[in-house]
């Protein structure tokens, strides 16, 4: 500590604000902040070199090689400690404690270190009130001290905990962090405590960059996008591209201003700006690619499917459109549950932000745990050896992909393959993967907590599929264990065109002989649990953030009320808010009337072109979302699992327009598309948010990247249609099966012609109770949240993702989850307990979500691997690429044979007697 403060200068002040409640004291000039260095030594005279010393420790920025030279948020953050009033401190901590009460991304060590600096004044004070009591000091008082001495024993291990050794210091630097930054460490590895308004934000380049990727991403996804295996563009490849074309225009583009209409727009406003690659990067995600009104399309088109000629490319863009701005719609109305509130941290976005931030933020030297590398060069490392690696498992030694080395072993044996196998067991295997692609890279970004649960639920999930297959319930032991197929009554798979008339109806003579579709144990219990989760999602958050509901519920209803102005940001205090209120905002009855125009679109598109479809589904739809979307994206937002609503929306609609599938597939492709469309906006916000992307700029690119998006997907299905002979046949020579179509039309086959008042009523039953069991879990739950939430079971115990993890399967397993649990568990708790610094830094940068180095590399190498190697096969053939297809779990097997061991060959109800 001596040497570090011998190197130690002074400097100017970076900002002079300290209000917390006005946008000013978050308000910076970037150039000036970046042509100054800020040291420690006299930025303000009240806190000594040492205290400040603290506060950059506990910020993890206590690494520095040099103190002469701050970064630009320690220093803010130092000034703004400095001047923070202790009264309004104690203020500050006592509203974290009430509003983040259960927060699961708040550790249960910071909640009580924050706890017991809050307590630990008042039994010093009570202490002094009567000498008689002196020796009686206050419980609360003991009780805090005793909590961080606790903590301080970790500290040594960790760095991170301190005892109570400078209550007015400590207590300031606590409420500071939280009032003038985020309580969470996450937040502030990738963000920023202040914003520069000046910063070029929604400049020409950007609509130049965005349109040009949207049109080339939505080309590349939509024309691929029926072929097996699809190519696309994801946002994690373009924001890569993005920064360099950034670059590229800022140094060529000549720095002149033209006028367009009344507005001068300024060609070359200077370097590209972190903003500018932000808001290119939303231009991009929230429309780039495929569209999933596509399949509907497909469908509508194909005489081997529905073959409804009538349906040309005025009702195709009509359905895009409004399947499309619906969930815009929603998302802006939705802002003040999910994107507003601190406690919405959204953790599967930040590593879009980690990696921007990488690409365009300079950053000061630093020595964390060895570590010198900038994030920049880090990033593009990382990004290199993925790239080269992932050739390895996806091509040269594909066994490491699906590392299932436990049937290897036994390769015949068949509670080996059931048990353990990758490809149709359940997957229950140490490690199961060295491929990145299987892997996934959310390991990086997911809370522990989440991951915990989820595979909890996943552990849960493979011992009641196995109970069901052993015991032969409702004739699962007759078919594979974990298929997400549907079978005959005599183990094969059940073809929907072999129940069909020439009008895509149910033939009833047909299906007399062929008997219902029948599903495998993995199924019956993924679909139970669906069934399960609706009530249990919606009345759980209900229950345990009845607060937060109402307060936002409360502010969407003032934000109607004409007579009166109301920002969208009132009663939100935290410092994102606060400096957003800035720019001007995007009123809700923006977004109302794009809703309504969308609704006339659809009626429309039902009425007139021939879809069969009543328009009280389309207002069905749309509320079955409003109702479910918030306790959705509520869940979503807090521990970065989804869920989408299209299977209760398939079962409804079946029940109550039977024999068809139109109707079904047309609901199902507005109800699930706005559903998803939501949750991508909400998350486009919540990014902007984070990097004060002016609302309205966001608005506009949001709108024009989906409507081009729109019509160059339509564009490019149509022509795909025109250019590809034999789509969606098994054998097409350039693999464009349709494998997302083909499922969507078995659904709307099994739902919507055959029905689920034959599958469910008639051979599965008990899957309507699965309703009631949902509802009924909520009680037990909810009440172990709010008697013992401060329990680690209580804390971390989120029955909505351990309820997901038992969906892994059909025709997913166990495989899948193992090794990002471990990979979770070292980098998302060890690492980020123990090497908090090293971990804010770099963590987000090596994977993540939808963006960083590691999927990057896989969008690059993939792309290239198909058309270098695969799009004209050159095979590989030695033990590594050929071990898994000998083993018994590669090819399936069943437990019982049909022929053998079923009454008359064929198992289930007799026939004649079919539901």
Excluded at 33 to 38: A, D, E, I, K, P
Excluded at 867 to 884: E, M, Q, R
Excluded at 903 to 913: E, L, S, T
Aim: aromatic share 16%; charged share 15%; with cysteine.
């Amino acid at each position: 500590m001596s040497e570090k403060i011998n190197h130690i200068t002074s400097v100017t002040s970076i900002t002079s604000g300290t209000d917390r409640h006005d946008l000013n004291t978050f308000q910076v000039n970037l150039e000036d902040v970046r042509s100054h260095q800020y040291g420690v030594a006299e930025i303000l005279e009240e806190f000594s070199v040492e205290q400040k010393l603290y506060i950059l420790k506990r910020m993890e920025q206590d690494h520095l090689e040099s103190f002469d030279d701050l970064p630009p948020t320690g220093a803010f953050m130092i000034e703004k400690i400095q001047s923070l009033d202790i009264h309004e401190a104690e203020q500050i901590l006592k509203e974290f404690l009430r509003d983040h009460d259960g927060d699961v991304n708040i550790t249960m060590e910071y909640y009580d270190f924050v706890e017991a600096l809050s307590n630990y004044k008042s039994g010093l004070e009570s202490e002094s009130l009567s000498k008689g009591l002196v020796s009686e000091k206050n419980e609360v008082a003991e009780k805090s001290e005793a909590i961080v001495r606790e903590r301080s024993i970790e500290s040594e291990e960790t760095g991170k905990w301190n005892d109570i050794f400078d209550w007015d210091l400590q207590v300031r630097t606590e409420a500071g962090m939280i009032a003038f930054w985020s309580p969470y460490p996450e937040v502030r590895a990738v963000t920023d405590p202040y914003d520069d308004p000046e910063t070029p934000c929604e400049t020409l380049r950007v609509y130049v960059l965005g349109l040009i990727w949207v049109v080339l991403g939505t080309f590349i996804g939509q024309y691929f996008s029926e072929r097996q295996p699809g190519i696309g563009l994801g946002p994690s490849v373009v924001q890569l591209f993005v920064y360099p074309c950034g670059v590229f225009l800022s140094k060529v583009v000549p720095k002149k201003t033209i006028k367009i209409w009344k507005w001068n727009v300024a060609l070359n406003p200077g370097p590209w700006s972190h903003k500018e690659q932000m808001l290119t990067t939303l231009f991009y995600s929230v429309s780039g690619g495929s569209v999933y009104a596509g399949h509907f399309i497909v469908l509508q088109k194909l005489e081997m499917f529905y073959n409804n000629p009538k349906f040309t490319f005025g009702g195709q863009i009509l359905l895009v459109l409004a399947s499309n701005f619906m969930g815009f719609g929603l998302a802006g109305i939705f802002r003040k549950f999910v994107v507003y509130p601190v406690t919405a941290v959204w953790p599967t976005l930040l590593p879009t932000l980690a990696v921007n931030k990488a690409l365009t933020k300079p950053e000061k030297k630093e020595n964390i745990n060895g570590w010198k590398i900038s994030r920049y060069s880090f990033f593009l490392i990382t990004f290199a050896a993925s790239f080269v690696y992932f050739w390895v498992p996806d091509y040269l030694f594909t066994a490491l992909s699906y590392f299932n080395w436990i049937s290897w072993a036994a390769p015949d044996n068949f509670n080996v393959a059931a048990i353990t196998g990758s490809y149709t067991g359940l997957g229950l295997n140490p490690w199961t993967s060295f491929d990145w692609n299987i892997i996934g890279v959310g390991c990086f970004a997911t809370p522990f907590f989440s991951h915990l649960n989820a595979y909890m639920g996943s552990l849960l999930g493979l011992c009641l599929i196995a109970a069901l297959w052993w015991t032969n319930y409702k004739w699962t032991g007759f078919l594979p264990i974990n298929s997400n197929r549907i079978f005959t009554n005599k183990g094969r798979v059940y073809q929907v065109t072999a129940v069909l008339d020439e009008n895509k109806k149910l033939d009833q003579a047909k299906y007399d002989k062929v008997g219902p579709p029948f599903y495998s144990a993995a199924n019956l219990i993924v679909y139970g649990t669906f069934l399960a989760l609706y009530p249990m999602n919606f009345f759980y958050v209900v229950l345990t953030n009845f607060k937060q509901l109402k307060f936002a519920l409360v502010g969407l209803v003032k934000s109607f009320d004409f007579r009166k102005r109301h920002s969208t940001y009132e009663g939100f205090n935290d410092p994102f808010s606060v400096s957003m209120k800035r720019y001007k905002e995007v009123p809700e009855w923006w977004f109302t009337i794009i809703l309504l125009i969308c609704i006339v679109f659809s009626i429309i598109t039902v009425e007139v072109y021939n879809l069969e479809t009543p328009v009280w589904t389309i207002f069905f739809a749309l509320v079955l979302n409003f109702v479910f979307l918030i306790p959705f994206v509520v869940v979503y937002a807090s521990t970065g699992s989804s869920m989408s609503i299209n299977v209760l929306l398939e079962m409804i609609i079946g029940y109550a327009l039977p024999g068809n599938g139109t109707a079904l597939n047309y609901v199902k492709t507005l109800g699930t598309n706005i559903d998803s469309q939501a949750e991508n906006y909400i998350t486009n916000q919540k990014q902007a948010h984070y990097w004060r992307i002016a609302p309205r700029a966001l608005f506009r690119v949001q709108m024009l990247s989906v409507i081009v998006n729109s019509f160059v997907a339509v564009g490019t299905l149509n022509l795909v249609f025109n250019t590809v002979e034999d789509m969606c046949t098994p054998h097409q020579p350039q693999r464009f099966t349709c494998p997302g179509s083909t499922t969507f039309y078995s659904a709307s086959v099994v739902w919507g012609v055959v029905g689920p008042k034959k599958v469910f009523g008639g051979l599965y039953p008990i899957l309507q109770w699965c309703f009631l069991i949902g509802f009924l879990l909520v009680f037990p739950c909810w009440a172990l949240k709010k008697y013992y939430g401060r329990t680690i079971i209580g804390k971390y115990f989120h029955p909505i993702v351990f309820t997901i993890g038992i969906m892994i399967y059909a025709p997913y397993n166990l495989s899948y989850l193992t090794p990002g649990f471990i990979l979770s568990y070292v980098f998302m708790y060890y690492i980020r307990k123990r090497k908090t610094a090293w971990w804010e830094k770099y963590n987000y940068i090596l994977g993540g979500g939808i963006s960083g180095g590691i999927s990057g590399g896989i969008a690059f190498s993939s792309i290239i691997i198909f058309f270098a190697v695969k799009y004209h096969p050159k095979n590989i053939s030695w033990w590594g690429n050929n071990v898994n297809a000998n083993t018994l779990d590669y090819n399936g097997a069943t437990r019982l044979n049909v022929t053998t061991q079923a009454p008359d060959g064929y198992f289930g109800p007799r026939i004649g007697h079919f539901p």
